[in-house]
Structures are given as C-alpha cells and as structure tokens.
C-alpha cells in the first residue's frame, strides 16, 4: 500500500515541483550521487535495499539524434554529407553506461527514468559496489557484482528491453542471441 502511494503521488507530480527540480538538476553535475532514490517503488523494484554497498546516481543526458563528424573533406559532395544517425541504444541504457564510468569499481543494477524536457533526460541508475563485504556476503547481489562490464554488454533490464530481448518466439527468432549474431550466422 505504501509504494502503491508513492507511484500514485510521482504520476500526480505538480507543474511547480517539477519545474523546480528539473532547473535544480539542470544546474548541477550530470552524474550526481544520491543519499536516497527518488522513486523507492521503482528502486526496490529493481533490487535496492538501503544497505552499504549500494549507490543510488542521478544522470542527465542531452536527447535528440546524434550527428556524426564529417570524416572526409575531399571526394563527391553526397559522401561527404552528415546525416542524423540515431542511436541504437534507449537514453536509460546511456544513462547507465556513463554512471559505470564515472564509478569503475560498481555494477550497474539497474535505472529508471525521473524526469525529461525539450533537451535533458533525467535517471536515477542503482550501482553495486562490487568489492564491499556486505555485497560479497548478499546472496542476491553476489551474482550481479561477479557480472564484470554487465551494462556494456547489454545484461540490465533495460539494455535488454533495447536489444528486443523482452519477448519470445514467434516475431522474435531473428534477436536471439544477438542480430548482428544471428547475422553472421545466416552468411
């Protein structure tokens, strides 16, 4: 009943308290460690405890398509044009990758989305100490914090739901394990 409150109350957030903290974020760093989750319904979801060990961050990331540079300066004019390319990764999987950059010792456990305007996208990403005690001694954790790299290889839920690995079967042969897999396989 409690968390059922508190999703109730996020979903019915106020214009002003949201104006409000997306002018705070947007002012401070764009990886920012947390005391607590914004969200304790989604980040217990996602395996959160408050225990020592475990990192809440909040990212921001810029939204749009991504231009590339123009590689060459010489040749025919239509190769040399820039195109937008759009990324093949969610903003929540990006959001993830750079907390595990920022902190190289975690792993990813998980993220979810806060807030978003015209040009921002905001998250909150779960990270695992992967060499304190209490984590190593946590039969739960133990396993995701032996997982090394796990947000680059797109293991997280939401590099999953990216990859198109949310579904099963029929529609879904050509995913599994990978497109560019089962790509190379088919040639």
């Given at each position: 009943?409690?968390?059922?409150?508190?999703?109730?109350?996020w979903?019915?957030?106020?214009?002003?308290?949201?104006?409000?903290?997306l002018?705070?974020?947007?002012?401070?760093?764009?990886?920012?460690?947390v005391?607590r989750?914004?969200?304790?319904?989604?980040?217990r979801?996602?395996g959160y405890?408050?225990?020592?060990g475990i990192?809440?961050?909040?990212v921001?990331?810029?939204?749009?398509?991504?231009?590339r540079?123009?590689?060459?300066?010489?040749?025919?004019?239509?190769?040399?044009?820039?195109s937008?390319?759009i990324?093949k990764?969610?903003?929540?999987?990006v959001?993830?990758?750079?907390a595990n950059?920022?902190y190289?010792n975690?792993?990813?456990?998980g993220?979810?989305?806060?807030?978003?305007?015209?040009r921002h996208?905001?998250?909150?990403?779960i990270?695992?100490?992967?060499d304190?005690?209490?984590i190593?001694?946590?039969?739960?954790?133990?396993g995701v914090?032996?997982q090394?790299?796990?947000?680059f290889?797109?293991?997280?839920?939401s590099?999953?739901k990216s990859?198109?690995?949310r579904?099963?079967g029929?529609?879904?042969?050509?995913i599994?394990p990978?497109?560019?897999?089962?790509?190379?396989?088919?040639?």
């Amino acid at each position: 009943m409690f968390y059922q409150r508190i999703k109730e109350n996020w979903r019915d957030l106020s214009r002003e308290l949201r104006q409000e903290r997306l002018i705070e974020w947007r002012r401070s760093n764009a990886v920012v460690r947390v005391e607590r989750p914004m969200r304790l319904d989604r980040a217990r979801s996602l395996g959160y405890r408050a225990k020592q060990g475990i990192i809440v961050v909040r990212v921001r990331v810029k939204r749009g398509g991504r231009q590339r540079e123009r590689p060459l300066k010489h040749g025919r004019r239509s190769k040399r044009a820039t195109s937008r390319k759009i990324v093949k990764m969610n903003y929540l999987w990006v959001c993830e990758q750079r907390a595990n950059r920022k902190y190289k010792n975690c792993e990813v456990l998980g993220g979810y989305p806060l807030l978003k305007d015209g040009r921002h996208f905001f998250a909150e990403v779960i990270l695992v100490d992967r060499d304190h005690p209490g984590i190593r001694k946590d039969k739960q954790l133990r396993g995701v914090a032996k997982q090394r790299g796990r947000v680059f290889r797109g293991l997280t839920s939401s590099a999953r739901k990216s990859r198109g690995l949310r579904g099963k079967g029929t529609g879904f042969e050509k995913i599994r394990p990978s497109i560019s897999a089962h790509f190379k396989k088919r040639k």
